[in-house]
């Protein structure tokens, strides 16, 4: 173990700690006015990141599912309810030691995920966006972000190495902490037959399908094939779960409704979301809701541009990742009392690892660009994290 690199990783750490504690405490300082120093530590560390989402993964934790809560998926509230009996805390303190050991095992596990890619200097830059990304306190928060990206990019490094049934085994419990998990069959099978560029893909066709076993010289056709299968099963066993204890194995989904989603086809909610965006932003004063649509246009909007430019500049199998994990959130805004239609994307951008790698090949020709980059996701950073303490509705 690189202890040049651990160290690396825990500045990167506390960094964004610093960041996401430093606007908590400035809005939250009234009401620590009468608390001692370590009470404010806590509910800084703790309470503060236990909003929203987070009551579900404790209301699971502690009592199981009901139909309405089957829309979270299991893994990240039975590490909650594992901890919390463990150590005899509070569901919300469980959840925050969760995500934050999570978050530096996922900064461990980017680190060699990237350096199979780029040199260390680059790698180091681009693990900046990650601490710095504006929505990056989603990793302290009692929620699954950190969780599901440390099984992603560990499931994406063992697919890069040629580990076949580690990938399997890691996607596997991928799928079963956030639904999108199932979709990294997408990768593993690319990759797995060497579909690494647009330029492959009719090579691969011309072979046929009575050659796929080439892709892997020296193994049994199929044999590190089969592996693929293993990442989707626990999402149908939680079907199956579902199916038995509520009679309805898409619980999960039909939930979507009771939290105000519906199903619209994402292009169109592309379309029907910027003109609500730039309605509001051109005719609305400046205030929070302002911001907040304002942050919704900067994540879409900075989504698209790496998916454009970076169409034949990245691996495949990682551009796949970016369009999938961009479109599946888009197939489900909120239509009900409240209309948004990018609700959450800012908080949905976070997990995309590949996305990280777009935007760093966007502005690694010059510096400038890449340090103004930086800046500018550290100020959002602060201003998102300052109205999250304040209780107002942020991703």
């Given at each position: 173990?690189?202890?040049?690199?651990?160290?690396?990783?825990l500045?990167?750490?506390?960094?964004?700690?610093?960041?996401?504690?430093?606007?908590?405490?400035?809005?939250?300082?009234?009401?620590?006015?009468?608390?001692?120093a370590?009470?404010?530590?806590?509910?800084?560390?703790?309470?503060?990141?236990?909003?929203?989402?987070?009551?579900?993964?404790?209301?699971?934790?502690?009592?199981?599912?009901?139909?309405?809560?089957?829309?979270?998926?299991?893994?990240?509230?039975?590490?909650?309810?594992?901890?919390?009996?463990?150590?005899?805390?509070?569901?919300?303190?469980?959840?925050v030691?969760?995500?934050?050991?999570?978050?530096?095992?996922m900064?461990?596990?980017?680190?060699?995920?990237?350096?199979i890619d780029y040199?260390?200097?680059?790698?180091?830059?681009?693990l900046?966006l990650?601490?710095?990304?504006?929505?990056?306190?989603?990793?302290?928060?009692?929620?699954?972000?950190?969780?599901?990206?440390?099984?992603?990019?560990?499931?994406?490094?063992?697919?890069?190495?040629?580990?076949?049934?580690?990938a399997?085994?890691?996607?596997?419990?991928?799928?079963?902490?956030?639904?999108?998990?199932?979709?990294?069959?997408?990768?593993?099978?690319l990759e797995?037959?060497?579909?690494?560029?647009?330029?492959?893909?009719?090579?691969?066709?011309?072979?046929?399908?009575?050659?796929?076993g080439?892709?892997?010289?020296?193994?049994?056709r199929w044999k590190?094939?089969?592996?693929v299968?293993?990442?989707?099963?626990?999402?149908?066993?939680?079907?199956?779960?579902?199916?038995?204890?509520?009679?309805?194995?898409?619980?999960?989904s039909?939930?979507?409704?009771?939290?105000?989603?519906?199903?619209?086809?994402?292009?169109?909610?592309?379309?029907?979301?910027?003109?609500?965006?730039?309605?509001?932003?051109?005719?609305q004063?400046?205030?929070?809701l302002?911001?907040?649509?304002?942050?919704?246009?900067?994540?879409v909007?900075?989504?698209?541009?790496?998916?454009?430019?970076?169409?034949?500049?990245?691996?495949?199998?990682?551009?796949?990742?970016?369009?999938?994990?961009f479109?599946?959130?888009?197939?489900?805004?909120?239509?009900?009392?409240?209309?948004?239609?990018?609700?959450s994307?800012?908080?949905?951008?976070?997990?995309?690892?590949?996305?990280?790698?777009?935007?760093y090949?966007?502005?690694?020709?010059?510096?400038?660009?890449?340090?103004?980059?930086?800046?500018?996701?550290?100020v959002l950073l602060?201003?998102?994290?300052?109205?999250?303490?304040l209780?107002?509705?942020?991703?």
């Amino acid at each position: 173990m690189d202890l040049k690199v651990i160290g690396f990783l825990l500045i990167l750490f506390l960094v964004n700690k610093i960041l996401i504690l430093a606007p908590a405490f400035w809005a939250t300082k009234q009401h620590l006015a009468g608390m001692g120093a370590l009470d404010s530590l806590k509910f800084l560390l703790f309470n503060n990141f236990f909003k929203w989402d987070s009551g579900w993964y404790a209301r699971i934790a502690e009592q199981g599912y009901d139909p309405k809560s089957s829309a979270f998926f299991p893994l990240y509230p039975f590490l909650i309810a594992m901890v919390r009996q463990l150590l005899d805390v509070t569901s919300a303190t469980a959840g925050v030691l969760v995500s934050n050991v999570a978050f530096f095992l996922m900064l461990y596990v980017v680190y060699h995920l990237i350096r199979i890619d780029y040199e260390e200097r680059d790698t180091r830059r681009i693990l900046w966006l990650f601490c710095l990304y504006p929505t990056s306190y989603y990793f302290s928060a009692v929620y699954t972000e950190s969780l599901y990206l440390l099984l992603m990019a560990l499931t994406l490094y063992c697919i890069r190495i040629g580990n076949w049934a580690g990938a399997g085994i890691s996607g596997f419990v991928t799928s079963i902490t956030r639904n999108t998990g199932v979709f990294l069959t997408i990768p593993y099978a690319l990759e797995y037959f060497k579909i690494r560029t647009w330029g492959d893909i009719l090579p691969f066709l011309r072979r046929g399908f009575g050659n796929l076993g080439q892709a892997n010289p020296g193994r049994k056709r199929w044999k590190g094939f089969l592996w693929v299968f293993v990442i989707p099963l626990s999402f149908f066993l939680y079907m199956g779960y579902l199916g038995c204890r509520f009679g309805d194995p898409f619980a999960f989904s039909h939930a979507q409704a009771q939290f105000g989603r519906g199903f619209l086809n994402p292009f169109a909610t592309i379309v029907q979301g910027y003109q609500m965006l730039v309605n509001h932003l051109t005719a609305q004063p400046l205030n929070w809701l302002w911001m907040y649509f304002f942050t919704e246009f900067f994540f879409v909007t900075l989504t698209l541009v790496v998916l454009l430019v970076t169409v034949r500049k990245l691996r495949l199998s990682y551009w796949v990742i970016i369009l999938y994990a961009f479109l599946i959130p888009l197939t489900a805004p909120a239509t009900g009392r409240v209309v948004d239609y990018f609700v959450s994307y800012s908080r949905y951008s976070l997990v995309i690892f590949p996305l990280y790698l777009g935007i760093y090949e966007l502005v690694k020709g010059n510096r400038l660009f890449y340090y103004a980059t930086n800046l500018v996701f550290a100020v959002l950073l602060v201003i998102l994290v300052y109205n999250w303490s304040l209780d107002r509705w942020v991703a």
